[in-house]
């Protein structure tokens, strides 16, 4: 939608990534002086900090898609503002002491939930079928796992991903039995 996004990250991985799909990436000290909206997606908490406020534009606007309410230190901006108001549903604005305006969505909450209709049953069906397909293998597998965290085995995601696709009528391809056996070996190709 022609939108210049700027890509703040912790994680040299996903920070390549961005940067190999075209993305700037950069400390959010630096991304806060220039961005106009700002959204969170960490699942951590305090990402945008008192001192990343402080930086922003005057009415820069500032949302979290990524985990409760706690990934903007809101009680931080709330120590930096001299005052506070809503403006419409869904959106506060905290006036600085310096007299620049953030607005805040949803009150920092998850903005797809606290100010829209959240999420689609078309999205919420595979969510729940992949959660109940990881109890079904927690269970079979009682007294044999290690007491950790286990991501989700790959093939219940894909079980899911081909149930959905079959039940949307999408068909995709399959591997031949020789790029099977391509794929599986180490004898040919670079």
Same mark, same amino acid.
């Given at each position: 939608?022609?939108?210049?996004?700027?890509v703040?990250?912790?994680? /040299?991985l996903?920070?390549?990534?961005?940067?190999?799909d075209?993305f700037?990436v950069?400390?959010?000290?630096?991304?806060?002086?220039i %961005?106009d909206?700002f959204?969170?997606? @960490? =699942?951590? *908490?305090?990402?945008?900090?008192q001192?990343?406020?402080l930086l922003?534009? #005057?009415?820069?606007?500032v949302?979290n898609? =990524?985990h409760?309410n706690?990934e903007? #230190?809101l009680?931080?901006?709330?120590r930096?503002?001299?005052?506070?108001?809503? *403006?419409? /549903?869904?959106v506060e604005?905290y006036?600085?002491?310096n %007299?620049r305006?953030?607005?805040v969505?949803?009150e920092g909450?998850l903005i797809?939930?606290?100010a829209?209709?959240?999420h /689609?049953? +078309?999205?919420m #069906?595979?969510?729940?079928?992949?959660?109940?397909?990881?109890v079904?293998y927690?269970a @079979?597998? &009682?007294g044999?796992?290690e007491?950790?965290v286990?991501p989700?085995p790959? #093939?219940?995601?894909r &079980?899911?991903?081909?149930?959905?696709?079959?039940?949307?009528q999408v %068909? *995709?391809?399959?591997? @031949? %039995?020789?790029?099977?056996?391509?794929?599986s +070996?180490?004898?040919?190709g670079?």
């Amino acid at each position: 939608m022609a939108a210049n996004v700027i890509v703040t990250e912790v994680d /040299p991985l996903p920070a390549l990534e961005a940067v190999m799909d075209g993305f700037a990436v950069m400390p959010i000290k630096k991304a806060a002086r220039i %961005g106009d909206f700002f959204c969170t997606l @960490t =699942g951590n *908490i305090n990402v945008i900090r008192q001192d990343h406020f402080l930086l922003m534009k #005057d009415g820069a606007i500032v949302a979290n898609s =990524g985990h409760f309410n706690v990934e903007l #230190d809101l009680m931080g901006l709330e120590r930096l503002a001299k005052s506070r108001r809503k *403006i419409r /549903p869904f959106v506060e604005e905290y006036t600085l002491r310096n %007299g620049r305006r953030i607005n805040v969505l949803g009150e920092g909450r998850l903005i797809n939930l606290a100010a829209a209709e959240g999420h /689609p049953s +078309s999205v919420m #069906d595979m969510s729940f079928a992949n959660q109940v397909l990881a109890v079904v293998y927690l269970a @079979t597998r &009682e007294g044999r796992l290690e007491n950790v965290v286990h991501p989700v085995p790959v #093939d219940i995601d894909r &079980e899911v991903a081909r149930r959905k696709l079959a039940a949307m009528q999408v %068909g *995709i391809d399959t591997l @031949t %039995g020789e790029q099977v056996s391509y794929l599986s +070996s180490w004898e040919e190709g670079t």
